[in-house]
């Protein structure tokens, strides 16, 4: 009988999250302070980030220990199933094999808890009350409202006014969870009313939703740290559990990818999966093509600059060197609202900018035909962010096919379309653009 899940028991989650740093071909660029331009410190992310974080975020240690009780949350849905796309190998007629981790089974239906537990647990145990953040679809900011539930943190968030209007049941999913939730550009921040009085009818970015999040923790008089969904060198580490568990488990099905292929916004769900597969690369192991892949309406690898620049809107941020489209870029108003940054992990840049990843751009309504394809055989609607990952495997697919190679081909499904069904719907109705 052909197997479809691989499966790992909860004593095989890993204990240890990946630190690709350790192994990058050259060190990265130091952030820069965002008032002097000289290299940042950890004592200057302290307003912003618990001790902790702040020594993980610059640690070159290759493995860092995971909290037990952040495993014993894991617990509820890790490890996750890596699933052989059978039904969908064989729509496309395809000799390829393909297989997905499925990062949609959390309670938030993302990727995004996996770095949201360890924050919160970082941030209780340091004696923070509440944390801010910022949300595009809302898979962040849900999976962290759920993170202060379970660690008695107060949790704010402001999600991107586009959104806020398109995705009603990520805010009501939010606020299920405890957290209260604000449209940005919002009056309760200088960078928020900056914003309405320049364009009232702004449709905010995730840019601007990170530096009303910022002020508000910076202003809170130590009371309030601020947590970040992507991007960051930290988070990019707590993401490797997928790739760590993926390597197991292709073990288990005595194969290894010859791609890999993740949805990249700021680089959290791409480097979660890919980075632990490079890293094995980059130690001298088996080669891997990692294939990120992005809206070609906010193309930030493949038509960005490789420079330092503001992670936010209103430059209260370090810069950093990363690929960028600018930090006053507004990307247009795509469903993949988890996908509309500006900017992109500096992990993920130097690999691309070194050509150890392909970067490809892909207009939304070829995603949603993907998606729609993909949910029709494996059952599982697509979250749009995802479906430009299940877009490229299908398009390598189907190389194959032409080509009549048997390649492996290793994705990850970021999370599920549950709550972005006006997204299918409005791709049904003809209403979709690129």
Wanted: with cysteine; charged share 20%.
């Amino acid at each position: 009988m052909a197997q479809t899940k691989f499966l790992l028991s909860e004593d095989q989650i890993p204990t240890t999250w990946y630190n690709a740093v350790a192994d990058l071909p050259k060190p990265l660029d130091p952030m820069l302070h965002p008032g002097t331009r000289e290299p940042i410190t950890p004592a200057d992310l302290e307003p912003l980030f618990p001790a902790e974080l702040i020594a993980q975020e610059f640690s070159t240690d290759r493995e860092i220990d995971i909290p037990g009780a952040v495993i014993d949350v894991y617990r509820q849905w890790r490890p996750s199933p890596l699933v052989r796309a059978r039904r969908l190998e064989k729509a496309l007629d395809t000799p390829a094999r393909i297989y997905f981790k499925n990062e949609g089974v959390s309670p938030a239906g993302s990727h995004k808890p996996n770095t949201a537990i360890p924050q919160a647990y970082y941030n209780k145990q340091a004696g923070v009350e509440r944390l801010t953040t910022e949300t595009g679809a809302g898979q962040w900011g849900s999976s962290l409202s759920l993170a202060c539930q379970y660690f008695g943190l107060i949790c704010e968030v402001y999600m991107v006014k586009v959104s806020y209007q398109q995705k009603p049941y990520r805010r009501g999913l939010m606020e299920t969870f405890g957290a209260s939730v604000t449209a940005s550009p919002s009056e309760l921040t200088e960078a928020g009313r900056a914003a309405l009085a320049a364009d009232p009818n702004s449709p905010g970015s995730l840019g601007l939703a990170i530096s009303e999040a910022a002020e508000a923790a910076a202003t809170s008089g130590g009371t309030a740290k601020y947590a970040l969904g992507s991007v960051l060198n930290l988070v990019l580490m707590h993401q490797s559990i997928i790739g760590k568990e993926a390597l197991l488990q292709m073990e288990l099905a005595e194969d290894y990818p010859d791609i890999v292929i993740g949805a990249a916004g700021g680089g959290s769900n791409f480097g979660g999966l890919a980075l632990p597969f490079l890293g094995e690369q980059l130690r001298g192991g088996r080669s891997v093509r990692a294939i990120a892949v992005e809206p070609s309406s906010c193309p930030t690898l493949t038509e960005g600059t490789y420079e330092y620049d503001f992670g936010d809107t209103a430059g209260l941020t370090p810069l950093t060197k990363m690929h960028t489209l600018g930090h006053t870029f507004v990307p247009p108003s795509i469903h993949a609202g988890g996908l509309r940054y500006h900017g992109m992990s500096p992990i993920i840049s130097q690999l691309k900018e070194l050509d150890y990843l392909e970067a490809r751009a892909v207009p939304q309504t070829a995603c949603f035909e993907a998606g729609v394809t993909f949910a029709r055989n494996e059952g599982i609607v697509p979250a749009p962010e995802s479906t430009h990952a299940v877009r490229a495997a299908i398009d390598e697919a189907l190389a194959c096919k032409e080509s009549g190679e048997s390649k492996s081909i290793l994705f990850s499904l970021s999370g599920h379309g549950h709550f972005d069904m006006q997204a299918y719907i409005d791709y049904f109705a003809g209403k979709l653009k690129d």
